[in-house]
């Protein structure tokens, strides 16, 4: 049990790390720069289930799509809950902002607002928040950090068996300085139900602190007898890997 513990939540980092990528890759959020493709939309809190035939037949109502697509895992097909749409006309998008914005879908109501193409004003816009208290809902992440700027996307990591938040998460705002105002404001402050006061940084940064120990610190564990061993040593298996990995994460 807890060998498949430690791999359902490396597996749902290393998802949370590609669809940063996707992010950083395709553009997210509004901006009012003439280099924003004004056809090119970004839908957020798509369902779960959803399927691109499912958005089409929203988005088709008020123009011609060129292109369409969800964000997925591609080994595991997961949905990030995000996705993109590109209209031939940017009346139809503009129309297709007007109108689906904060739409309900399902269980989720969509976000609708032009691709941001990726430049400096995302850096590190990225927040990576641990000791949220274990009840906490996307609903709290909006109310909590909402104040601080506009949230591009936000998710909260949950147990695979019981569904419940693990008190980790992830909130992309639309600008780096809204990050940095987040994290001035709330970084340190104990929430209520929290055992812990709120450790946020930037989700970057910490990425990349981690993949530098990993390429280069040798680390004492419990299975080495005494003796050093690095992440990628063939002595150790995978769940030996993932294990290093998480309690150094």
């Not at 008190?167 to 404001?185: D, L, P």
């Not at 419990?222 to 050093?228: C, D, E, L, T």
């Amino acid at each position: 049990m807890q060998q498949q513990e430690t791999q359902n939540l490396y597996n749902e980092l290393a998802n949370m790390n590609l669809q940063r990528k996707a992010n950083e890759q395709d553009g997210a959020g509004d901006s009012g720069e003439n280099v924003v493709d004004k056809t090119k939309l970004i839908i957020n809190y798509i369902p779960q289930f959803a399927t691109e035939q499912e958005l089409a037949t929203i988005f088709s109502e008020v123009g011609l799509i060129e292109n369409i697509r969800i964000m997925r895992d591609f080994r595991t097909g997961y949905s990030f809950g995000f996705g993109f749409v590109k209209y031939s006309d940017p009346e139809h998008a503009a129309k297709a902002i007007t109108l689906f914005n904060g739409m309900k879908m399902r269980n989720k109501r969509l976000k609708v607002s032009y691709s941001r193409p990726p430049g400096q004003d995302m850096k590190d816009s990225n927040l990576y928040i641990t000791n949220l208290p274990k009840d906490v809902t996307e609903k709290d992440m909006d109310r909590i950090f909402g104040e601080f700027g506009e949230i591009i996307q936000r998710t909260i990591l949950k147990d695979k068996i019981t569904g419940m938040p693990r008190g980790v998460g992830f909130v992309r705002y639309s600008k780096t300085e809204e990050a940095q105002s987040a994290i001035a404001a709330l970084n340190g402050k104990q929430l209520d139900n929290a055992l812990l006061p709120l450790s946020i940084r930037v989700a970057e940064d910490h990425g990349k602190q981690k993949a530098h120990y990993l390429e280069h610190a040798n680390y004492m564990c419990p299975f080495s007898n005494g003796g050093k061993r690095r992440f990628d040593s063939p002595e150790l298996n995978q769940y030996e890997r993932n294990k290093l990995f998480l309690e150094n994460y």
